[in-house]
């Protein structure tokens, strides 16, 4: 998505993103598939392997969709993506980034890529 319209804003959400995607304390973004398979592997499971997929789900952006991608918690143990963010940037700056993507994204379809883990692991 071009940023180029929140001027200065958008470096600073850029860096904020950035930080989290580095933030080794968020559940989401600390571990990968080889993680999971070894901690598997350290608990006594056997024959353990695992595959990364990439999954593409067309979405549609309407108002719940936006509403839920900023505000819903999608995995147990971390918070919504706005509260995330909020570690990075202060309310107000969030808040026009946040108006000015919705309003870039509001009524298109696109296609979201997800990584999925498949793991496979035997008791021993």
């Known amino acids: ?10 470096q600073d959400f850029i860096a904020a993103e950035q930080a989290m ?3 080794p304390e968020d559940p989401e973004m600390n571990f ?5 398979a070894n901690d598997l592997r350290a608990v006594g ?3 353990v392997s695992s595959t ?3 999954l593409k789900k067309q979405r549609h952006a309407n108002e ?4 839920d991608f900023w505000h819903k918690q999608w995995f147990p143990g971390r918070k919504p993506l706005y509260e995330v963010l909020m570690r990075h940037l202060d309310r107000e700056h969030l808040d026009t980034c946040v ?3 919705n309003g870039e994204l509001r009524g298109r379809e696109f296609t979201r ?8 692991a035997m008791c021993p």
Do not use: K, N
Request: aromatic letters at 10%; one cysteine or more.
């Open 21 to 23: 995607w580095e933030d």
């Open 64 to 67: 719940r969709y936006l509403h």
């Open 1 to 10: 998505m071009d940023l180029r319209g929140l001027g200065s804003l958008a």
């Open 99 to 101: 108006e000015f993507i």
């Open 113 to 120: 890529e997800l990584a999925a883990a498949l793991i496979a």
């Open 45 to 47: 499971f056997v024959r």
């Open 32 to 36: 990968d598939e080889c993680t999971l």
């Open 52 to 54: 990364l997929e990439r």
